[in-house]
């Protein structure tokens, strides 16, 4: 089971959208939502307004991940003020944006993903405020970069969802990127054998009748040494990720499909629907069947 790919679609929804900018100095833009900045070409500054953190200096290549935008913008220089302009999106699902006054010419890819942030998985909590990825440091990222310019430059039949597919797989390949360098948490939690064991097996066969000590036995561990090792490494108990992850499933199904009640308990482990709904509203504060009237409503 790729449980990056199970974590990532289990909050986001819709598809991503994006827009091409180009800025021409002087010129700088307020960003809102949940996204990823790449420079094509030139360079430019990313400005945290709150003045928490100094400017970082982006160049041709770099990759910005943002999972929070507000408070922060881009600009040709850290003193140029920033303003809100809105993408020119032409029926295409690339949009675009010109700004600035006559200098030399930055050119962005701008995506931005749409993701319940109601119900946050672990792993995308301890995304930090700002990944940079520079160019170059990811073999694969700046394969995908290069896909992307080479299709933003040259368009041909099939642009656009070629597009629409690279900016919608750059989120993995960016969450991939940081987990990899990140030296603790949950990229240590998948990549240790005992803990990766036991998350696979949840997320493989969720609706199993999973108990810490039929986890601690599937991953080769007794149960007090795996207890803590799994709540050390992920930051919470087995059970309570467990039950944490079987909701979010059902959450997901109650929006995207018609099962009837008895389906979507069966699946998240719950051999009644009573049960099912008294557990989902404890973790939601909401029945179920309301909640999915409220989310496709």
Same mark, same amino acid.
């Given at each position: 089971?790729?449980?990056?790919?199970?974590?990532?679609?289990?909050?986001?929804?819709?598809? /991503?959208?994006?827009?091409?900018?180009?800025?021409?100095?002087?010129?700088?833009?307020?960003?809102?939502?949940?996204?990823?900045?790449?420079?094509?070409?030139?360079?430019?500054?990313?400005?945290?307004?709150?003045?928490?953190?100094?400017?970082?200096?982006?160049?041709?290549?770099?990759?910005?991940?943002?999972?929070?935008?507000?408070?922060?913008?881009?600009?040709?220089?850290?003193?140029?003020?920033?303003?809100?302009?809105?993408?020119?999106?032409?029926?295409?699902?690339?949009?675009?944006?010109?700004?600035?006054?006559?200098?030399?010419?930055?050119?962005?890819?701008?995506?931005?993903?749409?993701?319940?942030?109601?119900?946050?998985?672990?792993?995308?909590?301890?995304?930090?405020?700002?990944?940079?990825?520079?160019?170059?440091?990811?073999?694969?990222?700046?394969?995908?970069?290069?896909?992307?310019?080479?299709?933003?430059?040259?368009?041909? +039949?099939?642009?656009?969802?070629?597009?629409?597919?690279?900016?919608?797989?750059?989120?993995?390949?960016?969450?991939?990127?940081?987990?990899?360098?990140?030296?603790?948490?949950?990229?240590?939690?998948?990549?240790? /054998?005992?803990?990766?064991?036991?998350?696979?097996?949840?997320?493989?066969?969720?609706?199993?009748?999973?108990?810490?000590?039929?986890?601690?036995?599937?991953?080769?561990?007794?149960?007090?040494?795996?207890?803590?090792?799994?709540?050390?490494?992920?930051?919470? /108990?087995?059970?309570?990720?467990?039950?944490?992850?079987?909701?979010?499933?059902?959450?997901?199904?109650?929006?995207?499909?018609?099962? /009837?009640?008895?389906?979507?308990?069966?699946?998240?482990?719950?051999?009644?629907?009573?049960?099912?709904?008294?557990?989902?509203?404890?973790?939601?504060?909401?029945?179920? +069947?309301?909640?999915?009237?409220?989310?496709?409503?």
């Amino acid at each position: 089971m790729d449980i990056l790919t199970e974590v990532v679609d289990s909050v986001r929804t819709g598809r /991503p959208a994006s827009v091409r900018t180009d800025g021409y100095a002087p010129w700088g833009l307020h960003m809102t939502g949940t996204g990823f900045h790449l420079v094509l070409h030139g360079s430019c500054w990313l400005v945290d307004l709150s003045g928490d953190t100094p400017p970082v200096r982006l160049s041709e290549g770099d990759v910005v991940f943002l999972p929070e935008a507000d408070g922060h913008a881009l600009a040709d220089d850290p003193a140029t003020p920033p303003q809100d302009v809105s993408a020119d999106r032409r029926d295409t699902p690339i949009g675009a944006i010109t700004v600035g006054a006559d200098g030399p010419r930055t050119r962005l890819l701008c995506g931005s993903y749409h993701l319940d942030r109601a119900r946050p998985h672990p792993l995308l909590g301890q995304v930090p405020r700002v990944i940079h990825l520079r160019a170059g440091e990811h073999p694969q990222l700046t394969a995908a970069v290069g896909l992307l310019g080479h299709e933003l430059d040259q368009p041909r +039949g099939g642009t656009d969802g070629i597009v629409a597919a690279l900016v919608d797989s750059l989120l993995l390949y960016v969450l991939r990127a940081w987990l990899e360098t990140c030296p603790n948490g949950w990229a240590e939690a998948m990549s240790d /054998p005992v803990v990766a064991r036991a998350l696979t097996a949840v997320h493989d066969d969720p609706a199993a009748a999973w108990t810490v000590e039929s986890l601690a036995r599937h991953s080769g561990l007794s149960r007090a040494p795996f207890a803590r090792r799994f709540t050390a490494l992920v930051g919470e /108990p087995p059970l309570t990720y467990l039950t944490r992850w079987r909701m979010t499933l059902a959450a997901r199904r109650l929006r995207d499909t018609d099962d /009837p009640l008895g389906v979507v308990a069966a699946r998240a482990g719950y051999g009644s629907e009573y049960a099912f709904a008294k557990a989902f509203k404890r973790d939601f504060g909401i029945a179920p +069947g309301r909640y999915r009237r409220r989310v496709s409503g």
